[in-house]
C-alpha cells in the first residue's frame, strides 16, 4: 500500500521571492524526502509542496511582519492552505538567501492563483534615511493613506506561468514580492517615517535564482549512509528548536565528499561529517547551506552546520556586517539577535569583542582562521555571550566563543579592469556591501598603512584566474567573495564570483510628483517612451540589487513587450484593478484613461534591459492611475 500511495504524490518547489517568498514542492519522484500533515481524503491524488522563502535586496534593516497563511487556489475555485503555522519573518534577512518554509500534501490539479496574508500589527521595521541612519517605520499605510492592519497578496498563475500538480512530476514556482517595488517611505517627518505598502508580486515556474544560497533549518530526523543523506524536521526561520512537531515537514539534504560539517565548533567533510552528524541524535538542530537542483528536484548541500554551531543552540548569536573595527572590538551593522533558545531580535548595532582564544572559521572552508582575518565590511555570525541588552548598548563576548565568515556581497560599477595586474584586477566603485551602502562603514585600519586603507571609490577587488567575460569600465556587477585581513589590504577583496548584471532580469520604479497626465512621449504596440520630467524620488533601474539613476541613461527608457506581446500587465485606478494580456491592448487602455482625464502616478515593470538601447523587455507592468490633481 504504501508503494502505491507514493506512486500517486507529485511534487512541486515554490520560492515567493519577499523582497521575496520561495516556496518549494518536492514529492518521491524527486527523490526529495516526505512530507507530513493531514491524513490524505481517500481517492484524491496528491503532490508534496515545500515552501521556501527569500527576499530582494533593499534599503530595510528590518522587515519583520507575521505571514499568516499561505494559500494555492485551484482551476475551480478550490483552496489549498500550505502553512501550517504562522510565521513571524525579518524578510530583510533574506538578501542572499532563500529559506525553505513548510512541506506540505496537496491534491494534484492546475493551480490558478497564489495569495499570501501578511500581518503589520507587530511589525518591526527599520530603513535607513538619507544620512544612511537606521530609523523604526512609526506607521503603516496603504496607498490611499489607511493603516494597514493585515494585507493579502495575489499572484495569478497562468500561461507561461500556469503550475500543474500531477503524480511523479515535480515542478517550481518563484514568486516575487520585492521590497523595493512594494513599499515606499515618507521621511517628511523627521525620526517618524511613514510606510506606504502596495504589493507588487510577480510569478516564475520552474526557475529558480542561480546567485542564492538556499538554507534548511531543522532538526535531525535520519541519516542514510547507503545515499549519503539526512533529513530534517523544518524549523523555519528563527522558530524554536526544541518542539517535536512535524507540522513544517520532512525535507531531505543530499552530501558529498566535498560537504564541510560544522558540528559543535569542529570541523569534518564527507563521510565523516555524516557520522559526527548521526551521533548528535534524533532531533538535534541542525542548518544546511546548498542549491536546489532539477531533473531530478533535489537539495544538495555544501555546507551543514549542527548542535552548537547553529545560531540559538547553545549559544547566543549575533549576524550581522562588521561597519567598524577597532583593536578587537567589532561594531556589527544590521544585527540579527538569536538567544540561546532561538527567540529573534533585531538591533541596528551591536559591538562583539573577540580575542585569540576566540574560533573563526569561514563558509565553504575547512580551515581555521584567526580574529585578524576579520575585517570591515565582512558578513559575520559571532557566537557567544551578550553582556548587556539595552537597546542602543548592546554587547557580545566573544573571545571564547566563534565566529563564521559569511560569504559576503559587494555591488558597484567597474572603475577599471587590469588584467595585468597580479594582485587587483577590478577596480570597484562600490555602492554597497551586503543590504548596507557603503557610507555605513568606516574603512578606518583595513590597509597595511593608513594612506592604502580600502577607498570606496575605487575599491580594489582581487579576482584571481577568474573569467571576467565582458566586464569592463561602467559595468555594473554584483561580486561575492570575503574581505581582506584586517590591516592587510590592498587588495580590499577577494572574489570568488563576479556576475555581471546587466544580464539579470532588470526592475524599474518611476513615480511622479505630482502625477503626470504626460507620462510617455510615445505609445505605439512596439513600446512606451517614458518621460522622465517631473519624475519623483523614483527613478532606478535596479539589477541584482546594483543601482542606476535612469536620468544617467544615453536615452529615455523605452517599456517594450517581450516576446509575443503577452504578459501581464495591470492598471490600477483607485480602488480598481484592470489586467491586460496582451501588450497592444494595454497600450491602448493606457490611451483611453489618458484621454479621459487621468494621471500616471507610478509605473513599475519587471524585464530584461539592454543598455546599449535604453529598452526594458517585459511581460510584467504595473501603472497606478490617478484623477488630474
Known sequence: MEFGIRNFKSSVFIFIVLAALAL?????????????????????????????????????????VDVLSLNLTKANGAEVSVLPLRARVDFAQYTEMTEFLTAATVPSGVYVAATMTLDYQNADIWVENESGDNVQVTGIVDEDGNPVATLEMSVRLEDRNRLTIAPGIAAHLLLDFDLQ????VDFSVPGSPILTVDPFLVADVNRTHPDKIHRIRGLLD????????????????????????????IRSVITDDETVFHIDGQIFEGLEGLSELESLGYLSPVAALGALRFNPLRFEAWEVY?????????????????AARTGDTLTVKGASLIRSGT???FNDEVTVEVAESTLVTRQISGDIYTKDDISVGQHITAFGAFSGLEPGNLEMDATDGMVRMMMTTVRGNVVEVDGEDPVAELTLDLQSIGKFRVGNFDFTGTGTAPEFDADPANYEIDSATMDLGEVAAGTPVKIKGFVAPFGMAPPDFSAFSVTNVTDLKAFIRINWVPASDTPFTGLSPEGLTVDLDGAGPLHYLVRGSVVTDLFDLPAAPVIAPDRDGRGLYILKIGRSTEIQTFFDDFVSRIEELLDEGYAVGKLSEQGYFDDSEAVLATDLVEIHLADIP
Open 181 to 184: 517595488a512594494s513599499n515606499q
Open 222 to 249: 535520519d541519516v542514510n549512509f547507503d545515499e549519503s543523506s539526512f533529513s530534517v524536521n523544518l524549523r523555519p526561520f528563527y522558530r524554536a528548536l526544541t518542539d517535536s512537531h512535524r507540522l513544517f515537514g
Open 306 to 322: 549542527a548542535g552548537t554551531s547553529v545560531p540559538g543552540a547553545g549559544f547566543d548569536a549575533v549576524s550581522g556586517w562588521v
Open 343 to 345: 527567540s529573534f531580535v
Open 24 to 64: 518549494a514542492i518536492s514529492g518521491c519522484a524527486s527523490g526529495g524526502g516526505t512530507s507530513t500533515g493531514a491524513p490524505p481524503v481517500s481517492g484524491v491524488e496528491e503532490g508534496d509542496i515545500v515552501i521556501s522563502l527569500t527576499d530582494a535586496a533593499g534599503d530595510f534593516s528590518s522587515y519583520t
